[in-house]
């Protein structure tokens, strides 16, 4: 996977169509949980920060609908240094600013409203870890 490909997940989580936004949150949360698996063992970073993260983005995954088309995403590794999570980061709070969109929409019911948002705290929550992995 290439930075080509976390533009166009990004790109995605800005979709007018709900599934869309949906899928690309489901592929951001999988892809990262993998990532975070990825790079516990890292020299010079936290790793219990990098499984908290790992377990916050596999949290939110699971409460979210399997996409219904597409592969699974893969992350390509991130370049060394803090600056290398920078856009994992930012892909994990654009999720949340995209299921804080759909968790207020008015089509929205009760139910489904309630679980984007605990799944929009999970993303954020994966965030603020994952760029404490490597001292940001």
Do not use: F, N
């Amino acid at each position: 996977m290439s930075a080509s490909a976390l533009l166009r997940l990004d790109t995605q989580l800005d979709s007018k169509d709900v599934a869309a936004v949906l899928a690309a949150a489901w592929d951001v949360l999988s892809m990262t949980t993998g990532l975070c698996d990825s790079i516990t063992a890292e020299e010079d970073s936290d790793e219990l920060q990098a499984m908290i993260a790992a377990q916050k983005c596999s949290e939110g995954r699971d409460r979210l609908p399997l996409p219904e088309t597409g592969r699974p995403v893969t992350a390509p590794p991130p370049e060394p240094g803090p600056a290398g999570l920078i856009p994992y980061v930012r892909l994990l709070e654009h999720v949340s600013d995209s299921l804080t969109r759909l968790s207020a929409a008015e089509t929205a019911d009760e139910g489904t409203s309630r679980a984007l948002s605990q799944v929009k705290d999970l993303a954020s929550g994966a965030a603020m870890a994952l760029a404490a992995v490597r001292g940001q």
